[in-house]
């Protein structure tokens, strides 16, 4: 049964999906409504540091935080997602304790305390659909939905989540799971 669309649900690719944007992607959905839905890629690591993107931010110094690519839309940009128990100023709650912003005092209170540094993800760019635009890629058959889970977030390898997710579903997709990372993704 799928998950209706709306914030705070995981679009996960279908394996027929061409789309080098989208190819194996698990996408967590921020924001969905009449004009449009908005939502990062959360299984794209990239090789870049947060400390390249964020030199300003003399605390994360040090850290191996890989920012991840949210997707083709203003890759210019830097979004945060938090998993934080409540909403700070200049945050958005997503869903379940998972917030989303820029708010540099949340990341820098993230970082001092080590037993929390899988409760950020820092992402360039985003995933942006005008208004009806991913209700149609939902009747084309592109997408599953299911709700988003923080645990398989933040805490499960990247790289596997997308099989991982295809395994959950149905037995019909588990000779996708192990398919090879798409060499476009990167």
Same mark, same amino acid.
């Given at each position: 049964?799928?998950?209706? +669309?709306?914030k705070?649900i995981?679009?996960?690719?279908?394996?027929?999906?061409r789309d080098?944007?989208?190819?194996?992607?698990?996408?967590?959905?921020?924001?969905?409504? /009449?004009?449009g839905?908005l939502?990062?890629?959360?299984?794209?690591?990239?090789?870049? %540091?947060?400390t390249?993107?964020?030199?300003?931010?003399?605390?994360l110094?040090?850290?191996?935080?890989?920012?991840y690519?949210?997707?083709?839309v203003q /890759?210019?940009? +830097?979004?945060?997602?938090?998993?934080?128990?409540?909403?700070?100023?200049?945050?958005?709650?997503?869903?379940?304790?998972?917030? +989303?912003?820029? %708010?540099?005092n949340?990341? #820098?209170?993230?970082? /001092?305390n080590? *037993?929390? +540094?899988?409760?950020?993800?820092?992402?360039?760019?985003?995933s942006?659909w005008?208004?009806?635009?991913?209700?149609h890629?939902?009747?084309?058959? *592109?997408w599953?939905?299911?709700?988003?889970?923080?645990?398989?977030?933040?805490?499960?390898d990247?790289?596997?989540?997308?099989g %991982?997710?295809l395994? *959950?579903? *149905? #037995?019909?997709?588990e000779?996708?799971?192990?398919?090879?990372?798409?060499?476009h993704?990167?």
């Amino acid at each position: 049964m799928e998950t209706p +669309l709306g914030k705070g649900i995981f679009l996960v690719a279908n394996p027929s999906l061409r789309d080098p944007n989208f190819r194996q992607a698990v996408i967590l959905l921020c924001e969905h409504g /009449q004009e449009g839905a908005l939502g990062v890629v959360v299984n794209r690591p990239t090789k870049i %540091n947060i400390t390249e993107v964020l030199p300003q931010v003399p605390i994360l110094e040090g850290q191996h935080h890989m920012v991840y690519a949210g997707g083709p839309v203003q /890759q210019n940009n +830097l979004l945060i997602l938090y998993r934080i128990p409540e909403g700070l100023e200049d945050t958005h709650h997503v869903f379940d304790g998972v917030y +989303l912003g820029g %708010n540099m005092n949340v990341v #820098k209170d993230l970082v /001092q305390n080590p *037993s929390s +540094l899988e409760n950020f993800r820092a992402f360039i760019g985003y995933s942006g659909w005008a208004p009806g635009q991913l209700e149609h890629e939902m009747q084309t058959g *592109s997408w599953f939905t299911l709700p988003a889970d923080p645990t398989a977030m933040f805490e499960t390898d990247a790289s596997r989540l997308w099989g %991982n997710i295809l395994r *959950s579903l *149905s #037995k019909d997709f588990e000779c996708y799971a192990d398919m090879p990372v798409d060499p476009h993704m990167n």
